[in-house]
């Protein structure tokens, strides 16, 4: 087994968790652990990234003697707290078991791995026709913080770390052992990346802002060749015929405004920056700023978002460009 970087998977783990809110920071966890790699790993990780963490194991009593020696070793290794969770047999059952006795403890923490979460995908896949994964946070206070990690790499990061772990010795007996002994290593030899892409499938999907999307909307719906839309947040939509872009919206230029790579002053009063429009001339000389930007080589790319000086509806300065009659100084420039 090849080692790994504990730091490195521990960064992971916390990118994970700072991403999705899934513990405040120093914030009190409750691990549920079975004494394996994955929920061991989960304990010394999370306490390592400075979170208040406790342990709980379910005791199910399945295994007779091996059991008891795991809820002992999750005990007197761990920390944890034992509960008696006999009665359940089936997975769904013991699974809903765990949540229900260890609830009303404030956040608890267990140690599904992306591992876990591609043999969930294609289990569901192949029963329902669904592509849903593990949820990264249940309603009722569960989280999975090492739904990045891989199962090898909680082994690797234990061994690493000189922690002792259990092993399960029913792993073989469940349908998830069906999809790890012979589906994934198929899967593996039609493609390498196999496991990486099926949990790609579990990501969902990209949600726009509800702003933008209602935007998008009446952007597409108006039948007027040019329209503008603000977004209420500083931004505003545009269509123009066939293309749709966010610039921002005109902000007063009442003291230092930065805008992009440009920093402007004003040294007269009541005067705006906003984005470039189509149409918009010079004040005094008429000429097209489009033209001047041409002139200048602007590449078309930068002159949607080039800030444009305005007083009332005329443009009087290109920054870095040009002026109108009478307005010359009137802003001050600075370029990063």
């Known amino acids: 087994m090849a080692p790994v970087d504990s730091a490195a998977v521990r960064a992971r783990i916390e990118q994970h968790v700072r991403r999705h809110g899934l513990i405040p920071p120093g914030g009190e966890v409750v691990c549920l652990v079975s004494g394996g790699q994955d929920s061991t790993c989960l304990w010394h990780a999370l306490g390592a990234l400075g979170y208040r963490v406790s342990a709980v194991h379910v005791a199910h009593g399945l295994r007779g003697a091996e059991s008891e020696e795991d809820a002992r070793f999750c005990r007197d290794r761990l920390g944890a707290e034992v509960v008696d969770g006999s009665g359940p047999t089936s997975e769904e059952e013991l699974r809903d078991a765990r949540y229900r006795l260890t609830a009303g403890r404030g956040l608890r923490a267990t140690g599904h791995t992306a591992s876990d ?8 896949l192949a029963a329902s026709g669904t592509t849903t994964g593990i949820r990264v ?4 206070g569960v989280v999975r913080p090492l739904l990045t990690v891989w199962r090898a790499e909680t082994e690797a990061y234990c061994r690493a770390e000189g922690l002792d772990f259990r092993v399960d010795s029913t792993n073989d007996d469940t349908l998830r052992s069906v999809i790890r002994r012979e589906i994934l290593p198929a899967l593996r030899r039609l493609h390498p990346a196999a496991e990486e892409n099926v949990l790609r499938a579990a990501e969902p999907p990209v949600e726009l802002p509800r702003p933008i999307e209602r935007a998008l909307v009446e952007l597409l719906a108006s039948q007027a060749g040019a329209k503008r839309v603000d977004l209420g947040d500083g931004r505003v939509a545009v269509r123009e015929y066939g293309s749709v872009w966010l610039e921002r919206a005109p902000v007063r230029l009442d003291g230092p405004v930065s805008w992009g790579p440009w920093r402007l002053r004003p040294n007269r009063d009541g005067l705006w920056v906003r984005s470039w429009r189509a149409g918009d001339r010079l004040a005094s000389r008429g ?7 041409v ?25 870095g460009i040009a002026s109108a009659p009478g307005w010359e100084g009137a802003v001050g420039e600075e370029r990063e």
């Open 117 to 124: 979460q591609v043999e969930t995908v294609l289990y569901r």
């Open 137 to 140: 946070k249940r309603e009722d």
């Open 287 to 293: 000429k097209k700023i489009q033209d001047i930007f």
């Open 295 to 319: 002139d200048a080589k602007v590449p078309r790319s930068e002159r949607e978002a080039w800030p444009l000086v305005v007083k009332g509806d005329e443009v009087v300065v290109v920054p």
